[in-house]
């Protein structure tokens, strides 16, 4: 099967569309030239303007002289056979937390330390890219040409293609992903070289990539067992699903030791996930007091994640709003899906947000998803105003 549908979102919307999304693209990239945009850690952030995201010194310091580092799984897998499994689990445990080999790559490739316009460029590009395949997504379920041309250039798709981090390249293989899915749902064959190309990628950009593995071999065995597990194709894609299943929880172990660690210092609205776990009202029999205080950590890094949370940093008031704005159709778009979705959104959503309730919750977290929860949010109000206007309609022929 050919990916190159994926690459001709131009075709399929109409010019006034593709002209709405451009000029929203520019004008976006003019308000960032115009306006100190910040991000959570205080950085400003402009086009080509140089790093500008809190981790970026970790995966600038990734040495490419020493691709050993890949080979981090086989050392354990070695050790844990000769040694045992407590010595592999120690020799693991030492060793210095490492990135996904993807971006140090396109840094260092493109220097963009030295002169950030190239990469900052192709960033733009990519960032335009995937703001037509959401659009033309958007019109292939219908939805109106505004909601098209407003996903095309979704001011948060441009703020993250502007930023020039792992969040707009991991979006893209997220969405890769979602789409050759949906082609496999609705009649085509399989892709499974693509879907594996897509689904590497992601592990080697970002440790939760490795929901995507999950995601994929979770909907391929509901939706075609017998092609999965009775054909060539399907079992070297599971044993291909196993293998970077097995090479990425390794590989990036001590990244989520500390990632562990840097979650429960992570406040949602003032208060510590240990906050929410030790019991908010003590006076509540301790069951209910549990039962309740879990179900409020749930919901709070649900806000956190639909972008409906304070800032970490000490940014404008309006910026905060502005970010937050969107919160208002993710949210409810996040938890329609779970109910009227297709399986297949219900099986990519319900697992894509796993990592974001095991450790720390950002809306950054979700930019490959965001698409499915602005077409959800969309369907309930418009549902909500159109249920509204007929009840008012019939108060007034009263």
């Known amino acids: 099967m050919s990916l190159s549908p994926l690459f001709k979102c131009v075709s399929s919307l109409t010019a006034p569309v593709n002209v709405l999304i451009a000029a929203g693209w520019l004008a976006v990239l003019v308000v960032f030239e115009l306006v100190s945009v910040v991000n959570d850690s205080g950085t400003q952030v402009q086009f080509a303007s140089g790093p500008a995201f809190l981790d970026f010194g970790l995966y600038a310091g990734f040495q490419f002289e020493s691709l050993r580092v890949l080979l981090r ?12 499994l407590s010595a592999g689990l120690g020799w693991l445990s030492a060793q210095v937390i490492v990135p996904g080999p993807v971006y140090p790559a396109l840094v260092s490739l493109f220097g963009f330390q030295a002169s950030p316009v190239l990469l900052s460029t ?95 071999g979770l909907f391929l065995v509901l939706r075609s067992p017998r092609q999965m597990f009775k054909t060539w194709p399907g079992v070297l894609f599971l044993l291909f699903l196993f293998f970077i299943s097995f090479w990425g929880l390794v590989y990036y172990a001590p990244y989520y030791l500390v990632h562990d660690a840097n979650g429960a210092n992570t406040h949602y609205f003032g208060l510590l996930p240990q906050a929410y776990k030790d019991g908010l009202f003590p006076s509540l029999p301790e069951m209910l007091n549990t039962g309740v205080s879990w179900a409020l950590l ?32 993710f949210l409810p778009g996040l938890l329609l899906v779970m109910i009227k979705g297709s399986l297949l959104e219900r099986i990519f959503v319900g697992l894509f947000m796993l990592p974001v309730f095991v450790a720390a919750s950002q809306e950054r977290y979700l930019l490959g998803i965001m698409p499915i929860m602005f077409y959800w949010g969309w369907v309930l109000w418009i549902g909500a105003f159109g249920r509204l206007g007929g009840l008012a309609q019939r108060l007034v022929l009263r």
């Not at 979602?178 to 689904?199: M, T």
């Open 122 to 216: 192709l960033y733009v590009g990519l960032g335009l890219l995937l703001g037509l395949a959401w659009a033309s997504w958007a019109k292939g379920r219908a939805m109106p040409w505004q909601a098209q041309a407003l996903l095309g250039a979704f001011p948060f798709l441009v703020y993250y293609a502007v930023l020039v981090s792992t969040d707009l390249l991991f979006a893209l293989w997220v969405w890769a992903v979602f789409y050759l899915l949906s082609k496999a749902s609705n009649g085509f064959r399989i892709p499974f070289i693509w879907l594996a190309a897509f689904i590497l990628l992601a592990v080697l950009t970002r440790p939760t990539g490795l929901a995507l593995v999950g995601i994929a």
């Open 298 to 329: 749930f919901f709070a890094k649900l806000l956190h994640a639909a972008g409906l949370r304070p800032s970490y940093a000490d940014i404008h008031p309006l910026l905060t709003l502005a970010r937050a704005l969107p919160g208002i159709i």
């Open 73 to 84: 799984p086989f050392e354990f897998l070695h050790l844990a056979l000769n040694e045992g």
